[in-house]
């Protein structure tokens, strides 16, 4: 029998990026919260630049939770479902924000206004086939300042491009407008990145340093960017990576509102019979409790979102929670990007010295994202971004391409990579992606995890729009790289994208209660005191990370909330 716990103002359900941002506006609003998190604190002490304990032995992220829950894909409903290889989260105090890449991007108002946009330009039939794709509830101008307030709290490096409308060329000119310059000054560049800086220059592009949220001098307490070169899966040793573990969770700590229940497995969220949450179920220690909460909100990550509103049936909702429209799971779609797959790798005649730095730290062009050049011909609309960046390893360096140059494996390989390991280089491209009718998330028929619940299955295949803009940024960064010098450019085939870091809808944002989960606030359409936090109520994805833009909706709701507590709590 489940112990009953004393009772809350909100449940949040996960402390990552996006439930790590949402519980500061909350406890500062004098709201009693509980923060239910299946992982716990890690200390950064023992974080450490080792590509052996970081990127082989996986020691930051390989948490046993995650890994039980793992994913099934397929390409269709007609074909078996198989494991995925691994997962791509973890779960901690801080979730993935404490190794991520720490790329924070905002989308541009294009992505806000996709489908209206794409009609007016090139009309209904440019739309992709099978689509879903609606416009979002809201749009930038309602998100800047939400973006504006995380970047401070969490602190982001970067240099602005757009102003309130005054462009500099020194940052991203094609983002929307700012209200101000960013905390910090963008991460310093490189030998390498300021050559292919230069480089893009000269085919008449503009490229700019990215945003990250790193800190590039010394802010609130925290040191800035040593640049040892692990960041790419790895914690901060210095706290200079400002993960939710190190900035709003320990402020809302501070309030004295913010109680974290760490190691409690979330299995099931309560409904009333007048349909509105009562609390939340979770394991902890081998012991059932429940949580009872005035509001309820599920920051648990993409696949684990739908996957607990749909375990969680009762009467009102027998299809799962917020569910009798059945659209708890649709609208799925993963980002198209990579450092391999949907790439492009080059081979220089000279040391590019790759080896220090972050993945953060690079140089961009967004000339080829979103819908900043006319599509007409070219078979898609969206765009990708083409990223350049440092922080290659040694053992990376024992698997790198051999440009058909060698073979892979014996005395000649041995010899090209020994000459070359120091030479090459893959960009990052990632490519607008858009949410299908065929592409959705529901529960596994056959696997379960160690509970006895079914695991998220992922129905995800191949999409013409994203083949075709994935190639056609391929062709670009081959271009970029062949004017920087590149003697050799190998272009992967592009993957289709299946269990993702980058991984969005399921609960989607809308005013329409028949196409969507949550309102524009994140909020369900049919239990008012559930809300929905992370990248599962995103539309689309823009040519970026979803990182920054998860969070900004996430402080968004919580203020939200706060501001309107009695008419959503009841």
């Known amino acids: 029998m489940a112990i009953n716990l004393k009772p809350v103002d909100v449940a949040v359900i996960g402390l990552g990026a996006a439930g790590g941002v949402a519980v500061l506006p909350l406890a500062r609003a004098g709201l009693k919260v509980a923060g239910i998190e299946a992982g716990t604190w890690m200390d950064p002490r023992q974080f450490r630049p080792d590509e052996i304990y970081n990127n082989v032995r996986m020691q930051v992220t390989s948490v046993p939770k995650t890994k039980r829950e793992v994913p099934t894909i397929r390409e269709s409903p007609a074909m078996p479902a198989r494991p995925a290889p691994s997962h791509p989260m973890m779960n901690a105090i801080g979730g993935t924000s404490i190794h991520y890449w720490a790329q924070s991007w905002r989308l541009k108002p294009w992505d806000f206004a996709a489908r209206t946009e794409t009609i007016r330009r090139y009309g209904t039939s440019a739309l992709p086939a099978g689509t879903t794709l609606e416009d979002w509830p809201l749009r930038y101008e309602d998100l800047e300042p939400f973006y504006d307030r995380v970047e401070r709290e969490i602190g982001v490096s970067g240099k602005a491009g757009n102003i309130q409308g005054r462009l500099d060329p020194a940052g991203n000119v094609f983002e929307g407008p700012r209200q101000r310059e960013y905390p910090m000054p963008p991460l310093r560049g490189t030998e390498f990145t300021e050559r292919m800086a230069e480089a893009a220059r000269k085919l008449g592009w503009r490229p700019f340093r990215p945003p990250a949220a790193i800190n590039s001098q010394p802010y609130r307490g925290r040191p800035s960017c040593a640049y040892h070169g692990y960041c790419s899966f790895g914690g901060c040793h210095i706290s200079a990576k400002n993960s939710t573990a190190v900035t709003t969770i320990p402020d809302a700590v501070k309030t004295k509102n913010l109680t974290i229940f760490d190691r409690a497995q979330v299995t099931r969220i309560a409904a009333g019979s007048d349909g509105r949450v009562t609390g ?17 909100l599920v920051a648990s990550y993409t696949y684990e ?4 509103l749909l375990l969680s049936k009762s009467k009102p909702y027998p299809k799962g929670l917020s569910n009798r429209h059945g659209q708890v799971g649709r609208h799925y779609f993963g980002h198209w990007s990579g450092v391999a797959a949907g790439s492009a790798i080059a081979l220089f005649p000279f040391d590019i010295n790759n080896w220090y730095g972050t993945p953060a730290q690079g140089t961009t062009v967004d000339d080829w994202a979103d819908d900043h050049y006319d599509h007409v011909g070219v078979g898609f609309i969206g765009g990708s971004s083409l990223h350049v960046h440092t922080e290659t390893h040694a053992i990376d360096a024992g698997a790198m391409e051999t440009f058909g140059r060698a073979p892979l494996w014996g005395s000649r390989w041995k010899a090209f990579v020994h000459a070359n390991a120091g030479r090459w280089t893959s960009a990052y491209l990632q490519t607008s992606t858009f949410p299908y009718e065929s592409t959705f998330l529901d529960l596994d028929d056959r696997v379960r995890d160690p509970v006895g619940d079914p695991v998220c299955r992922i129905t995800s295949g191949p999409k013409q729009n994203e083949l075709r803009a994935v190639a056609f940024a391929q062709s670009k960064m081959a271009e970029w790289f062949r004017a920087a010098g590149a003697i050799e450019v190998v272009k992967p085939a592009a993957t289709v994208p299946a269990v993702s870091t980058h991984a969005y809808g399921g609960t989607r944002m809308g005013d329409n209660p028949e196409t969507s989960v949550v309102d524009r606030w994140g909020f369900s359409h049919e239990a008012p005191n559930l809300g929905v ?16 833009t998860v969070q900004a909706l996430a402080w968004r709701t919580a203020e939200h909330l706060a501001k309107n507590w009695k008419s959503i709590a009841g």
Do not use: I
């Not at 939340?280 to 309820?296: D, I, K, S, T, W």
């Open 533 to 548: 936090l992370g990248a599962s109520v995103m539309g689309t994805s823009g040519a970026r990370n979803p990182t920054l």
């Open 305 to 308: 979102n739908s996957r607990l």
């Open 280 to 296: 939340v179920h979770y394991l902890r220690g081998g012991q059932e409790y429940f949580q009872p909460a005035r509001v309820v």
